[in-house]
């Protein structure tokens, strides 16, 4: 069984945020596959999606600090900088960072560990609303 | 065909693991596949699980020092430190290198490549078992 | 219905090469899939698959840029380097950048975001050609 759907993110301010929630809610049909593979894709290069720390804000907090330090803003090489300081280091964090996230499928749920929940990374100052591709795809 | 388990790897030290054997060997049902995606997820945010070098243990072991140095412990701007130094640097990895592979089955065989092989990213000083996740789908 | 084949993609420069067309053009059989989901999977560990920006070929010298002072060659701790100075900072990279991307499969398309395109990271000097494993699974 194939099940593939298209979900809009609000628009959210830059750093990691937790959504989990916003995600599942609008998967009711996770519920009809014992075993599988959750496909979840950004359809975008700013923003990145990944797995962390579901339980304490500070993780993502600390997410934020350290991709800044360590993707800065201005570096001398940057040749891209057409749409801000920010451009540049979004697309760099979008491939550290990744794209898409798989996750399996279990009973009609994400199996993920007990702590785990999907980050979205909002790369950008003044971000629009970001779409995410769900493709399902079990029995 | 869906084959999905819980293959659990004994605790390791702190530092880069090849575990390709590990997890093979508990895969028997790889054989009856003659094409597929193998898909493997870490069910923790402390750990990590990657593809790289399957030869020289060096690489393993420039791999934690790379990984300790770009991330390291005690940075100024962290503020989740609850379970040690090791902590948010461990949470850090875990995105950096990623809580899942997927690799293509072929023939019965996972299709890696001659020098590949499946790291586990070990992240705390004192960790406990890992838990991965297998689903195998293809005909 | 699977669909799995190797594409070998000619020997490039070191740095960040948007490999989209080259990989497509040899996958006509992605027009008999409605839905699904499309893996690409490189066999080399000095090498690596990403996703990002498909417009502006100074995103790629940027990121050529960045890796290059964040992987650094010659570092101190660095004890594997048979190959040399780019041989360390090739695995470094190809675990922080990954040896996989899927991308959904919509109406016999892959479903990037307008502005997403698929890049070969080339993290060697003087490299062979690369062989990617694509496996297309949908209906």
Redesign the interface.
């Given at each position: 069984m194939?099940l593939?759907s298209a979900i809009n993110l609000s628009p959210r301010t830059k750093g990691f945020h937790l959504v989990t929630d916003d995600i599942v809610e609008k998967l009711p049909d996770l519920a009809k596959l014992k075993?599988?593979?959750a496909?979840f894709?950004?359809?975008?290069?700013s923003a990145s999606i990944?797995?962390?720390?579901n339980a304490?804000p500070?993780?993502r907090?600390?997410?934020e600090?350290?991709f800044n330090?360590?993707?800065p803003e201005n570096?001398i090489?940057?040749?891209?900088d057409?749409e801000g300081p920010d451009d540049?280091p979004a697309?760099?964090k979008?491939?550290?960072?990744?794209?898409?996230?798989?996750?399996?499928i279990?009973n009609g749920h994400l199996?993920?560990?007990?702590?785990?929940g999907i980050?979205l990374g909002e790369h950008r100052y003044n971000a629009t609303s970001r779409?995410i591709?769900v493709?399902l795809?079990?029995?």
């Open positions: 194939w593939q075993v599988g593979v496909h894709f950004i359809k975008h290069t990944t797995i962390n720390e304490d500070t993780v907090m600390d997410m600090s350290h330090y360590y993707v570096q090489y940057y040749q891209h057409y540049m697309h760099i979008a491939s550290l960072l990744g794209s898409s996230v798989s996750i399996p279990h199996a993920l560990g007990i702590w785990q980050y779409t591709i493709t795809n079990g029995e």
